[in-house]
């Protein structure tokens, strides 16, 4: 065993960890598993490490054996929208973990403090994770690590890990969220902002399966069909959504996304207000989500000012900008960058079901559904895909600290 540790060839992973089961719809899950997936597609020996509290779980060889990585499962990868290059290592969590409130029955600190040092160690070449805990436990360990953090947060960062060599770099989505990294003790050169970006999938054009999802959602052919796709929540501009559609009577609109109980939620809303226009279909796989992005008249992004506003990436965005489909926008802090582009057909503020009204009304007149989408919005967002991210983001690495290349990107 001495041996094979002593050899560098056999620390070759590179493992990205997340500390939630998968598969699960929320966006920041959506965000780790694509960025894994994206430097699997780059050549490196990617796997995707997360607990795994099913009945595999409780098996015993699978604990003593815990760390393995396997090709990706199907129902991952429909999820997801993930390639075929992947691998995945679900940690068994078996009861009592995560069922008591404790330090030492959750599935984060056994996942830091037994698997990692204990079966992971030994064959990996760098960590990156959104989870500041396994981040800590990898540099301790001696390993190289990649951290990134979205959200803004006042708690400080230990000083030893920050200014420890083995912390490559901090990655994060914004400016706003960068600067407060630096002000909790992060070093300014240490931390780089560098958006989301968007599954290669996103841009292969499915005409058949487009015209099934207008077929399927609107009542006639004359009529116009408009889709939102994301969160379902007050501030990502749901309620205003509802607003606009009960002005505009005669275009369907659709919701993609949302948790049952918030699907339920704005369904009762709807029945309440009396809007008949507008439908919410609840979670959507990645693997049909591009088509009905691709179905629509016009996206819309119609997200409300408020603190979400300043650091709110355009991870969904990305993917409107991959379909071609004509996009309208609320002006909102973390977009700034993007109005000088053509590749939003219109930008109003936020907060306004009038204004977002006008600017819908006037794109479904001055934009005509392309079946091949539009060019402008498709070359604009080719800069933003995970792998180019993702190459970036190891540009940071020392050389002598990146995992080997097993094979190169097609």
């Not at 899950?29 to 597609?41: D, F, G, P, R, Y």
């Not at 796709?229 to 275009?251: R, T, Y």
């Not at 926008?329 to 960058?337: A, H, K, N, W």
Request: proline share 7%.
């Amino acid at each position: 065993m001495f041996k094979i540790l002593k050899n560098p060839n056999f620390k070759k992973h590179y493992i990205f960890f997340i500390g939630e089961e998968l598969p699960q719809p929320e966006a920041h899950l959506v965000q780790s598993t694509n960025a894994a997936n994206a430097a699997a597609n780059l050549g490196y020996s990617t796997v995707l490490v997360y607990p795994d509290k099913g009945s595999k779980a409780i098996n015993l060889l699978n604990l003593a054996r815990s760390f393995q990585p396997r090709q990706t499962p199907t129902e991952l990868i429909k999820y997801y929208n993930l390639h075929d290059k992947l691998k995945v290592a679900p940690l068994p969590m078996p009861w009592p973990i995560d069922h008591f409130r404790s330090k030492f029955t959750d599935s984060n600190t056994i996942a830091s403090k037994y698997y990692l040092p204990f079966h992971i160690l030994p064959t990996t070449k760098l960590v990156h994770s959104r989870n500041w805990n396994f981040v800590k436990a990898a540099i301790k360990n001696g390993v190289p690590a990649i951290y990134e953090h979205h959200h803004h947060e006042d708690k400080p960062f230990e000083p030893e890990i920050v200014t420890n060599p083995l912390l490559q770099i901090a990655v994060t989505v914004v400016d706003t969220i960068r600067e407060s990294m630096i002000k909790n003790g992060m070093p300014p050169e240490k931390v780089i902002k560098l958006h989301n970006g968007f599954n290669r999938l996103f841009m292969e054009r499915q005409p058949e399966k487009a015209a099934e999802w207008r077929q399927k959602l609107l009542q006639n052919d004359s009529q116009k069909l408009v889709v939102y796709a994301g969160a379902l929540q007050q501030f990502k501009g749901i309620d205003v959504l509802i607003d606009v559609a009960k002005e505009m009577p005669n275009v369907q609109f659709a919701c993609a996304g949302g948790k049952p109980t918030e699907v339920e939620y704005y369904q009762q809303l709807v029945k309440e207000k009396q809007v008949n226009n507008i439908k919410f279909l609840g979670y959507i796989l990645h693997n049909e989500l591009a088509s009905l992005l691709q179905a629509a008249d016009v996206l819309a992004h119609p997200h409300c000012s408020g603190k979400a506003a300043s650091f709110t990436s355009p991870l969904k965005l990305f993917d409107y900008f991959a379909s071609g489909t004509p996009i309208v926008s609320t002006e909102i802090p973390s977009l700034v960058e993007f109005q000088d582009t053509q590749a939003i057909a219109a930008w109003c503020e936020a907060d306004n079901p009038s204004k977002f009204t006008e600017s819908l009304k006037r794109v479904l007149e001055t934009h005509p559904r392309k079946i091949e989408g539009y060019p402008d919005s498709i070359e604009f967002v080719k800069q933003f895909s995970w792998e180019n991210r993702a190459a970036k983001i190891l540009s940071y690495v020392d050389k002598s600290l990146l995992p080997h290349l097993s094979h190169k990107e097609e």
